[in-house]
């Protein structure tokens, strides 16, 4: 699995968008990119998954650039409940052996 | 939507007795889960994956006799943790995929179960 590397912290105010870069530069074709998101004391939430250009949903839009090397999630307009820690795994799919191994994650504090 | 119930949320056990955790499919078909442990201001740990019928696959390190894996249908899956020390304490979070789903990377989690040893 490519290896995957996020800033360990980052602090925003409520209704502004946030941007977490993940870095991956050792993708491979097959892998997919996906973002988790997690509350203290509850398992990870899906948030979104792509695998090249843009993708967008009801919670938040992921870009990946061409190289694929890296990615960023955005999340508009953020609250004080996406306070969480998120994280970015990257994993070949369609093959059965897709395992969901996390990295360090990066914990995004909202203030009011 | 696709709901992964875990029990009990809570544990408190004596050193050197067994603990079992459920982790339930409760909407979906589940034909793999997986294991996780997490401690405090950490990231998720794989132990293990779960294929129904068949005997789980453990990551390395991972103690297959001490962590006993049971996903004896598609809709459960159970972690026992055996003679427990309090180096096991941990949160332990389950996960599962819906075939067609799960290939993709799109997995759901249970809501965990944190475990207290004395």
């Known amino acids: 699995l490519a290896k995957t590397t996020q800033p360990i912290s980052m602090d925003s105010y409520e209704g502004q968008e946030v941007n977490i870069t993940c870095s991956h530069n050792?993708?491979?074709?097959?892998?997919?990119i996906t973002w988790y998101q997690q509350f203290p004391s509850q398992g990870p939430r899906f948030i979104i998954q792509?695998?090249?250009t843009k993708v967008t949903n009801e919670v938040a839009s992921l870009f990946i650039p061409a190289d694929r090397k890296s990615s960023t999630l955005s999340l508009p307009r953020v609250s004080l409940s996406d306070t969480a820690v998120y994280y970015c795994?990257?994993?070949?799919?369609?093959?059965?052996?897709?395992?969901?191994?996390f990295g360090a994650g990066t914990r995004l504090f909202v203030k009011a | 939507g696709a709901v992964v119930s875990q029990h009990p949320s809570w544990v408190i056990c004596k050193s050197g007795t067994s603990v079992k955790i459920e982790c339930r499919s409760l909407?979906?078909?589940?034909?793999?889960m997986f294991w996780y442990r997490q401690f405090p201001k950490q990231s998720l740990m794989l132990m293990a994956t779960?294929?129904?019928?068949?005997?789980?696959?453990?990551e390395q390190g991972v103690e297959k006799d001490k962590f006993l894996i049971n996903h004896a249908s598609l809709t459960l899956s159970t972690l026992t943790v055996t003679s427990a020390h309090p180096e096991d304490s941990s949160f332990y979070i389950c996960?599962?995929?819906?075939?067609?789903?799960?290939?993709?990377?799109?997995?759901?989690f249970g809501e965990g179960s944190r475990l207290t040893v004395l």
């Open positions: 795994l990257v994993g070949e799919v369609g093959t059965g052996g897709f395992k969901t191994i």
């Open positions: 996960s599962a995929g819906t075939s067609g789903r799960w290939e993709l990377g799109e997995l759901f």
């Open positions: 050792n993708i491979a074709t097959n892998d997919y």
């Open positions: 909407d979906f078909q589940a034909t793999t």
């Open positions: 792509g695998y090249k």
């Open positions: 779960s294929n129904e019928g068949s005997k789980a696959t453990y």
